[in-house]
């Protein structure tokens, strides 16, 4: 196996979260720990809590006094801060992709590339996993789930398929779901689809999209004024939530202007347009080429 993860726009993340020696600062998404490391290349006796529910990722953690690990979900942000006794830092950087390993680990069931149960479980110790999402979800609740994290245009067609195979026999592994719904796909678009389906499946086994939301009203609640967010973004459903959030302090974009009609919102853009990896970054790591990093400065 090849490296844990990559690090995406490493440098442009870094150079985004402007650190400052001698503050605390969050990686909410630990991982590999690619962008933890050059953090603390560059923290000077500041400090660092990083974040991650995966019981893998803990095998990737630093000896460095300067550095705290929180088995956690980063939803609970603003808590377990509290609970170090810290009530505001300087920087949050959130990776939001599925690490390299995990893609990459069949057992896991995150890819179709791989025979494997069907987890996809962030935390392993969560109850809820793919498999019973599929075989026991009603079908009209999975029709929603592909349409709204998929973004899939046969999202009914698909849900239709998915309730008449489980009756006969009960869905347990990624082949064995790719070949049920095989014939919803075209073989043109099939490695897309089948991106998408996994990733409606993700989404809810995970309950992303709630958690992003928590997240980033944490985020808010604990950065100092001047203090950057930096996250990297890989589907459309999270970069439009980030997106709106950074602009307007509010999930659905309404902006809301003062009396001369400025824009009242608790951030400044850093980047009002977004950054993507550059053709080098792409040669070199792939599954970079859906990233979007946005960056905004609490006011």
């Known amino acids: 196996m090849g490296a844990y993860h990559i690090p995406v726009m490493l440098n442009e993340s870094l150079q985004g ?39 893998d990722a803990a095998g990737n953690v630093m000896n460095d006094n300067r550095f705290f690990f929180i088995s956690h979900n980063f939803r609970f942000l603003k808590n377990f801060l509290a609970y170090y006794g810290v009530e505001h830092v300087d920087g949050i950087l959130a990776d939001l992709g599925v690490s390299s390993h995990d893609f990459d680990v069949a057992e ?114 604990v950065l100092n004024p001047g203090g950057r967010l930096v996250i990297l973004t890989y589907h459309s459903l999270e970069d439009r939530l980030v997106k709106n959030f950074m602009k307007t302090g509010d999930f659905e974009g309404k902006q809301e202007k003062d009396f001369y009609g400025n824009i009242n919102s608790p951030f400044k853009l850093v980047n009002r347009k977004v950054i993507i990896p ?19 400065e609490k006011i």
Do not use: W
């Open 278 to 296: 550059g053709e080098e970054e792409l040669k070199k790591n792939p599954r970079s080429r859906s990233a979007k990093l946005r960056i905004a």
């Open 108 to 221: 896991r069931g995150f890819s179709f590339r791989f025979d494997g149960d069907l987890d996809m479980r962030m935390n392993q110790n969560a109850k809820k996993n793919a498999m019973q999402v599929i075989n026991e979800y009603p079908e009209e609740n999975l029709k929603k789930i592909f349409r709204e994290f998929g973004e899939i245009n046969n999202a009914g067609k698909l849900a239709s398929v998915i309730a008449g195979s489980r009756i006969k026999k009960k869905i347990v592994t990624t082949d064995q779901f790719s070949e049920i719904i095989n014939d919803c796909i075209t073989k043109k678009t099939e490695a897309k689809y089948l991106a998408k389906v996994f990733q409606a499946l993700r989404i809810e086994v995970n309950n992303e999209i709630s958690v992003l939301r928590d997240f980033l009203s944490a985020s808010l609640d």
């Open 17 to 55: 979260l402007a650190i400052k020696p001698g503050s605390d600062y969050v990686d909410a998404t630990f991982g590999g720990g690619g962008h933890s490391r050059e953090i603390l290349r560059r923290l000077g006796d500041g400090r660092l809590f990083a974040f991650d529910q995966d019981l």
